[in-house]
């Protein structure tokens, strides 16, 4: 059974940081692209930052500088690093698992709030 579960989300403050965590199980995590989007009111999911199995980056533009994709192969998790937070972020964060046209699946989700 396939699970990526999101967690670290919460409200926080405008410069504020938090640290997002995907904890996955039931595939082979480690040939895996995992990335992060997130869902702002109103919009339509959009890529945040995806890390391939060699360790290529990409992030979307408007968070370079502030946010940082990490894995931990042995932990079958990924990590979004997300720092000098502003309004702007605020949207449900998902986790997402590719393995080319083989493989996609999705988390459920976790609620970042950036306000004062």
């Known amino acids: 059974q396939v699970q990526l579960v999101e967690s670290g989300g919460g409200l926080v403050q405008p410069g504020g940081s938090l640290r997002l965590s995907c904890a996955t199980s039931?595939?082979?995590?480690?040939?895996?692209?995992m990335s992060w989007y997130r869902r702002a009111p109103g919009k339509e999911r959009d890529l945040v930052a995806s890390?391939?199995?060699?360790?290529?980056?990409t992030y979307t533009d408007s968070v370079k500088g502030r946010f940082t994709i990490s894995r931990d192969n042995p932990k079958k998790t990924v990590y979004l690093q997300m720092n000098s937070l502003k309004p702007d972020d605020t949207a449900v964060y998902y986790c997402?698992?590719?393995?080319?046209?083989?493989?996609?699946?999705w988390g459920q989700g976790t609620q970042v709030t950036v306000s004062a």
């Open positions: 890390i391939t199995t060699t360790g290529y980056l």
């Open positions: 997402r698992a590719r393995n080319g046209g083989i493989a996609d699946y």
């Open positions: 039931g595939f082979t995590f480690s040939v895996f692209t």
